[in-house]
Every structure is written in structure tokens, then in C-alpha cells.
């Protein structure tokens, strides 16, 4: 038989119908092309199969976007008695979330044959039985549907039975074997008769089940059921025992008493749910009845007399739902993990769900928490969708535990809920948030680099990298250099560092903006101001502007004899660059020639005179003042202030005429008594050190002439104009002067002789001896020559 395919696609959903039986991998339908879908968009989206139920019967090859058979299907088991067998499943694809229902028809075809409960069918009949008399036989059963089920019967051989053949209405045919000619058990006792069962398929199937028909004497009247057929329905899960109906059968025999009634072929089914008393017709609950299973069942019933006449009727139960199934919720697809940013109807999860029980008490209804972000919408039948309602904010909820309750409408309701655990993932939405718009820094002039001199934080509600706040300072310069060559910052701890020393009086304040910024994609950032103050130190002594001092010429300030008490001489004017208090100034009069005379103000430095000028008083003054700042510790500078006491200009100008010269005269003398100091010391030293350069050579030669003296001869030596051991006079010059002497010349005069005895013995010990003399004579400060006789 040729397998076909068909497609068909309404209303977002598409229907194929295929066959059964097909064989694992059979092509069903290309989803990509029969959706209007992009083969790559199969890949990306994920998309997979969802069936509700426990058996998945098809597959999808995601590559070629190809609907495949995963498992045989065999439709008398999946579907029953039921003329029309579909499978629905859906079809999930991700980013975004897009969902398909997918319906498969499965299409019957003859793969059963008919077939007879029993192999062999025995009829009683009584040889008294008139023309016309039936006899019901079992019917063969075909699982197969439509075209495909049982058709008709045949009966061989034909001369004393034929077959009347009704149809009921459910398309099922009841089949009775009618008596032609009568029956003379005398002549025939028994017939075997062949009854087959034919279909409608292509090509047909058939069964055949064996007749023995036993001819007994004397019995003319067969049981006739009160009704032709019964209906009564039955609840599920109805006890065990409980009545469904009682059929009754009536004989016009004397002998009606004795009917017995039986179910007719039963299934396994039917033995196993149901059971009835063969004398009163009680059809009673033998098992456990599941509406879900089995929604009606058709039982046919036959009544026998004790002479083997039957007669039979059906009786039809149908199952009376109960709602005893609670719902059932699947998750075909969820995101556990979804970003703050999500936009608004954005699918969080795709539910279905599903009751088996009918009518209200499988209809089923979805819902959540009214407080979360969140809403529950349909999309298909018993098909939901979990959507966002709100916008998200990680900051304030991290997740959600949501709980989705599916509720049935029968009475009582049964519910059932399912708790989906949603994180919300951090997405860059916030910046850096410093502590403080403005940070303000104070730092000591003259401060070490690299010195910490402030430190800045900033915050970011965010998580993770998103989080990570690093800190840089705005490109900006700063008298022409840029900022970073000022100040640097550590981009992880915000600490911020001197990379100069700072000089109060060359910049006293600068600002300057930090950045802080995020580690997201983009990352995201904020700025402060800092101002960074210079604090002055006292690093600079007071400055001198008036009185200006010169090194060529003198400046005097004149006070005339007839000056007052409190007369201004002149003013010590000074300044101090430093800042506050270390620019606070005190003046004080350090030296004076006078000091009875004249005095300074502490705070202005104005001179003045204390008392009344006499004609006593000097006419030169020299006034040594000392201008103070208030720092700590204390800087200070000096200034000579030189003051004529005189009524003239002419004996102002003759006096300050010898005192410049006698100033430049001390001068002068100073500079030449600390050179003379520095010249001798130098001196002093050298000698030192050649004094006992001499020592240790004099104690190594003595060493070396006594080791080496008693194997020389000794012979004296007497020079020719001396006498043995005799000499003549030796004359001393000693010449006294003072080091001071600058004016006078001084001769040394060094004492001489020209002839002197000498012992060969100790030759070097005289020489050293009158080195180590002259060598003292030019160690003395005070040189001196005397003469003897």
C-alpha cells in the first residue's frame, strides 16, 4: 500500500496526515517550509518537540527542518474504536520564544484482519424449530476503522441455514443464522457449518470461525429479552459491586425459569469491569471504571434456555465523568535567567496544561500573584504564555519565585501549582555614584611626591563587572602643563597622590574633575570635583624693601639735635611672602649705639627717638634691626640702619666718610685674620704629621746601626784646623716679632757653622737633631733671634 502525506496549514496552527505503521525515521512534513520559516532561524530558536504526553511519536531534524517519525504508531492502540485518530504536540522555538501547534492525523489502514472470539461457535437447536427461527452468532471483530473494518459475513454450506446480516448504528453489524428447512435430529444430528468474516480493505482480510450445530428434541419456543436494547451509564470510580442494570428475558415454556444469561464474546475489558448473574440478569461494577479509559462501553448480552434456544440484546453503559484527575501543569520551555531590561511582554515561559477529565472538569484555568511583574496569557488551546507586565529592576528584587496555580472547573474544583525560580540578570543601568559631589583637600606646601593627599569612592548599585568602579582624572592642564604632571590617582582605590611638590606662593588652589566609571559594555560614568588647597608653610624669611643696603656707599638717615621726643627717624619697611600668621611681622631693635636713644615699633617698624637729642650724643649711629614672622618655627632678617645726629650735611658727609673707611678697614682685617687662622692651622697639621714621619725613620736607623756596629772598625776623625775635641765659639741670633705685624719685614736669620765634628757613629743622629730643630723654630708663632758670645 502506497504511504501518503498531506499538509495543511490554518490559523497558526498546521495539520499533517500520514499513516500508521510508518517506519521510524519516516518523512511527516518540512515544518520550516509549511510554517514560512527560515532554516537557520530552526537552529537558532532551539526548536525541539513538546508533547504533553508520555510518549513523543515524532521528531525534528533541526538542520533540514524536517518532521520525522520517532516511534511506530498503531492507531487501534492509540486511538481505540474512534474513527477519527490526531496526535497534537507543539513546536518551541527560543529568542525570541515562538510557539506552534502541530496536529497529525493518523490514518487507518488494513493491517487487522476480522477475527472471532472463539474458534468454534456450538448452537443447540431444537429439531422442532419451524422455518425462520434465528439464532444470533458472535461477531467477529476488526480492530481497523472506516473501509478498513468488518463488511460482511458468508456461511457455507447454505441448505438449511443463511445468514441475516443488520446493521446497527454505530456502523457495527449483528449477525444471525436463520433456520431455511426444518431439522430431523433422527436423520442428522449434528452440522458443521463455516461462518467467514470479510473486511473492506485492499486487498481484503478475512476470519472464519467453525459452527456445530447439535439437534435436540422437543423445545419450541426460544427466550425473548424485554427489551431489544439496554442504555444506562454507570459513574467512574463506582464501587466495586454497585448496579448498573438488570436485563430480563421471558420463555412462553413452561420451563422460562431456567434462563441463563451470559455476556456475549466479552472482551478482557468487559470480564474485567463488569459482571453478571446468570439467573437474575444482574449486570453489576466488577472493577475499577476510569472515565479517562473508557467512555462507553457495548456489551452484548445472550439468553439461553435450558433446550439451547438463545436469544440476544446489547446493552449500552455509558461512563458518567467525575472529577477525581487534578491538572497537570508543563513547562515547555523557560528562561531562568532574564534581564532587567526586559521589555514589556517579554515570554518568560511557555506552559501547558492539561486535565483529563471532560467538560467543566477539564477545563482548566492558569493564573499567579497578582504583586509580581508578571501575567499570564493564552495563546492556544490549554496553552499558556508567561510574559512580563512591568519593568524589571535587579536592584531592587534579584528574583522572583513564581508560583503558577492551574485550577479545573469542576465541583469541587482540584488544583494543582508549579514554582518557577526567575533570577533577574544585572544589566548596566546605573552609574557610579560618588559619596560627595565636591571633595575638598588641604596639602602642606612643599609636600614629598608621591604623598597621599586625598582619596575618593564611589558606589554602583549593579552587580558584577557592572559593578567594578575604576577612577581616572579628566584630561585639563594647569599653567600650560597637564593636570596628571600635578596630581595622579589609583584607578582601583580612588587614593589620590602628589606627583610634585606644591609651592604656596606659586599656586595656592587648582581643582580638578575625577571620573569614575563602571565595567560595563558600554561602561557607564559619573564625575566629582575635587579642589585641592595649598596650606603655606614658612619656608620664606621676611624680605627687606627699605632700608635698601648696599655694599658702595653708606645711607644714613639724619635726625636733627633739636629733635623731639618720639621723632620719626625712618620707617623698616619688609615684607614676607608667606601667607597668614607667617606673614605676621615684629619688629625689634637687636643693636644699638645708643639704645637709650632711639627705639623701634614692634608692629610698624618705624624708629623713633626715646628722648631729647643733647649735644652729647654721637653724631654716627648704627642700629641694627630685626624684622620676625609669627611662624613656627620663626624666620627672620636683618637690616643696618645707620643714623647722623647733626644739624649740617657737610659734618654728616666727613664723619660718614672715616666711618665708611674704618668699616672697610675692620672689614678687611677680619677677612685676613680668619685666612691667617685657616693658613696655620693647615700648617700645624703638616708638621704634626712630619714630626712623626721623622720619629719612626730616626727609631728604624737606629735599629739598623746597632745590628750592623760591632763589625765596623772605629776610627777617629779630626778635622784639620780643631784640635782633639775642641771647637770653636758658637754664635746665637734670637729675633722676637708678633704675627699681627703687618708693616714691619722680619729676617730669620739661621744659625750656620762651618765646621763641626762629627762621629761617624752619629753623623744622621745630629742631622735629625738639627732638622727636628729648624723644624720647631718654624712651628712658633713668635719668632725670636738673640746673639750670644
Not at 532554516?39 to 527542518?65: H, M, Q, T
Request: glycine share 6%.
Amino acid at each position: 500500500m502506497a504511504l501518503t502525506v498531506s499538509a495543511q496549514l490554518v490559523g497558526g496552527q498546521i495539520r499533517y496526515s500520514i499513516p500508521e505503521e510508518m517506519t521510524v525515521g519516516s518523512f511527516v512534513g518540512n515544518i520550516g517550509t509549511d510554517l514560512g520559516l527560515e532554516p537557520k532561524r530552526l537552529v537558532s530558536g532551539k526548536a525541539r518537540v513538546f508533547a504533553a504526553g508520555s510518549n513523543e511519536y515524532f521528531g525534528l531534524d533541526k538542520d533540514k527542518g524536517h518532521l520525522i517519525v520517532k516511534e511506530r504508531i498503531d492507531r487501534e492502540q492509540l486511538c481505540g474504536e474512534l474513527s477519527v485518530c490526531s496526535i497534537s504536540f507543539n513546536v518551541v522555538l527560543e529568542n525570541p520564544v515562538e510557539l506552534f501547534r502541530i496536529n497529525v492525523d493518523i490514518l487507518d489502514i488494513n493491517d487487522n484482519s476480522p477475527v472471532f472470539p472463539r474458534g468454534e461457535i456450538e448452537i443447540e437447536i431444537s429439531e422442532l424449530a419451524i422455518p425462520g427461527a434465528r439464532f444470533s452468532l458472535e461477531s467477529a471483530i476488526d480492530p481497523d476503522v472506516g473501509i478498513n473494518t468488518l463488511q460482511t459475513y458468508t456461511l457455507h454450506p447454505t441448505d438449511h441455514f443463511h445468514l441475516n446480516i443488520q446493521s446497527r448504528a454505530d456502523d457495527s453489524k449483528n449477525v444471525e443464522m436463520v433456520l431455511q428447512t426444518a431439522l430431523d435430529r433422527e436423520k442428522k444430528t449434528n452440522h458443521y457449518l463455516t461462518l467467514t468474516a470479510v473486511d473492506g480493505g485492499k486487498p481484503q482480510r478475512s476470519g472464519t470461525v467453525k459452527i456445530h450445530v447439535l439437534v435436540l428434541d422437543a423445545n419450541d419456543n426460544a427466550p425473548i429479552f424485554s427489551q431489544s436494547s439496554y442504555k444506562t451509564s454507570v459513574i467512574e470510580n463506582a464501587v466495586k459491586g454497585t448496579l448498573v442494570t438488570t436485563v430480563s428475558a421471558t420463555d412462553a415454556d413452561e420451563s422460562s425459569h431456567n434462563i441463563q444469561f451470559s455476556f456475549e464474546h466479552p472482551s478482557a475489558t468487559v470480564k474485567a469491569l463488569f459482571a453478571i448473574d446468570s439467573e437474575s440478569g444482574e449486570v453489576r461494577v466488577n472493577g475499577e471504571i476510569d472515565y479517562e479509559k473508557h467512555k462507553q462501553f457495548k456489551i452484548k448480552v445472550t439468553a439461553k434456555d435450558h433446550g439451547g434456544l438463545t436469544d440476544s440484546s446489547e446493552i449500552l453503559i455509558d461512563v458518567i465523568d467525575m472529577n477525581d484527575n487534578t491538572p497537570k501543569i508543563n513547562i515547555m520551555s523557560f528562561f531562568s535567567a532574564l534581564p532587567e531590561d526586559a521589555g514589556l511582554g517579554t515570554v518568560v515561559a511557555i506552559i501547558s496544561v492539561q486535565d483529563f477529565d471532560s467538560g467543566n472538569n477539564g477545563r482548566v484555568s492558569c493564573s499567579i500573584d497578582r504583586d509580581l511583574p508578571f501575567k499570564i496569557e493564552s495563546s492556544l488551546t490549554n496553552d499558556y504564555s508567561l510574559v512580563t507586565d512591568s519593568i524589571l529592576d535587579r536592584e531592587q528584587t534579584q528574583g522572583y519565585n513564581i508560583t503558577i496555580t492551574a485550577v479545573d472547573g469542576g465541583s469541587p474544583s482540584l488544583s494543582t501549582k508549579e514554582t518557577l525560580t526567575l533570577k533577574i540578570s544585572d544589566v548596566n543601568d546605573h552609574a557610579p555614584q560618588f559619596e560627595k559631589q565636591t571633595y575638598n583637600a588641604f596639602v602642606p606646601e612643599n609636600n614629598s611626591p608621591s604623598v597621599s593627599i586625598a582619596s575618593v569612592k564611589a558606589e554602583d548599585a549593579d552587580w558584577g563587572p557592572n559593578a567594578r568602579v575604576s577612577y581616572f582624572i579628566n584630561d585639563g592642564d594647569l599653567n600650560g602643563y597637564p593636570l596628571t604632571s600635578y596630581v595622579s590617582i589609583n584607578s582601583d582605590s580612588g587614593v589620590i597622590y602628589a606627583v610634585k611638590s606644591f609651592d604656596f606662593e606659586q599656586l595656592k588652589s587648582f581643582k580638578i574633575q575625577v571620573k569614575a566609571q563602571d565595567g560595563g559594555s558600554p561602561p557607564i560614568s559619573s564625575n566629582t570635583t575635587l579642589n585641592i588647597f595649598i596650606q603655606d608653610q614658612n619656608d620664606n624669611a621676611p624680605q627687606i624693601l627699605y632700608p635698601v643696603q648696599t655694599s658702595s656707599s653708606v645711607v644714613a638717615e639724619m635726625v636733627p639735635r633739636s629733635a623731639d621726643v618720639g621723632y620719626l627717624v625712618t620707617k623698616v619697611v619688609a615684607v614676607d611672602v608667606d601667607s597668614g600668621q607667617n606673614a605676621w611681622l615684629s619688629y625689634k631693635l637687636q643693636k644699638a649705639t645708643d639704645r637709650a636713644l632711639f627705639e623701634v615699633g614692634a608692629q610698624n617698624g618705624e624708629i623713633r627717638t626715646v628722648r631729647q637729642v643733647t649735644d652729647k650724643d654721637a653724631v654716627k649711629h648704627r642700629l641694627t634691626v630685626v624684622v620676625e614672622d609669627n611662624g613656627q618655627p620663626s624666620r627672620s632678617a636683618t637690616v643696618i640702619v645707620n643714623v647722623a645726629v647733626a644739624d649740617s650735611f657737610p659734618e654728616v658727609i666727613s664723619e660718614f666718610t672715616n666711618f665708611n673707611h674704618d668699616t672697610t678697614y675692620s672689614d678687611n682685617l677680619t677677612f685676613y685674620l680668619i685666612l691667617a687662622l685657616a693658613v696655620v692651622s693647615v700648617l700645624f697639621i703638616f708638621s704634626l704629621i712630619a714630626i712623626i714621619s721623622v720619629k719612626i725613620y730616626r727609631w728604624r736607623q737606629n735599629r739598623l746601626f746597632y745590628k750592623s756596629a760591632p763589625n765596623l772598625p772605629v776610627i777617629p776623625y779630626y778635622p784639620p784646623v780643631y784640635a782633639d775635641g775642641t771647637l770653636q765659639r758658637v754664635y746665637n741670633y734670637e729675633m722676637c716679632g708678633t704675627t699681627d705685624s703687618r708693616m714691619s719685614d722680619i729676617k730669620f736669620v739661621r744659625p750656620y757653622s762651618q765646621n763641626t765634628l762629627v762621629n761617624m757613629s752619629r753623623a744622621g743622629t745630629v742631622q735629625r737633631e738639627k732638622k727636628e730643630q729648624e723644624e720647631d723654630a718654624d712651628l712658633s708663632s713668635e719668632v725670636c733671634i738673640r746673639k750670644e758670645d
